[in-house]
């Protein structure tokens, strides 16, 4: 290769905030930071060895997100999510997500779309080979923002964002006590929607994505009851646990 036509890839530029931001998402989501546990800025910043402006800005898109909330004289604590909060939580995404991608499909750009969620989801595959579950779960979450963020719509990536942090609360239970059970029932069901997508066939796209998000609120439930029993499920079935 001549010195003319090398070129590099461009390397993304990630600022202080958003290093402290993904921390604190995960310390959140896989349960090292519980509900109800107070949030203190210098105390997390003295512990990241970073300013406390990077984490006041962290914490408060994390509380654009649904994951913090503040309460006036204690500060910013840990969101608790209730069953029913989380049951709608679910299902206001399954729609959401189902628009957006009916929206992209519509507009006959879907072909570039595949190719990036094949990636993504091979990457999840790899990373629970690894047993690296809060890595996969971070590509299951590049994979869905990947559908919202191709739509176009910046206000439903707003809506969005404010919904899949809370709706993932209980990741780390389902790993915990199912090992890679969930994940990989989710990497399954990514595959489902990226075949239905390349088929072209829009209304099974949407329908399986849908049933794909919902099939996450039965592994919550499952997490909360602390047992496998596909009985209480309204979308999983034996089948998908194959």
Known sequence: ?????????????RTLHEHVL??????????????????????????MGVSRAPVREALRLLEQEGLVVSYPHRGKVVATIGDE???????????????????????????????????????????????DFVEAYQEDRVFHSLIISRSGYRALQRVWSSLDGPSRTRSFAVTNLFGDKGPRTAQKGHQ????????????????????????????????RLGVLDLSVCRFLTPQALE
């Open 85 to 131: 909060e989380l049951s709608l939580l679910f299902m206001v995404r399954a729609e959401l997500e189902g628009f957006a991608l009916q929206s992209i499909m519509q507009r006959g750009s879907a072909a570039e779309l595949v190719e990036e969620l094949q990636q993504a989801n091979g990457r999840m595959l790899r990373y629970i080979e690894k047993q």
């Open 1 to 13: 290769m001549t010195q003319e036509t090398m070129q590099f890839a461009q390397v993304p530029i």
């Open 192 to 223: 489902r929607i990226i075949d239905a997508i390349a088929s072209g066939d829009c209304e099974l796209s949407v329908a399986t994505i849908r049933r794909c998000i919902m099939e996450n609120l039965d592994w919550a439930t499952l997490a």
């Open 22 to 47: 993904e921390a604190v998402r995960k310390a959140i989501i896989f349960g090292q930071l519980p509900a109800g546990h107070r949030l203190m800025e210098e105390d997390i910043a003295a512990q």
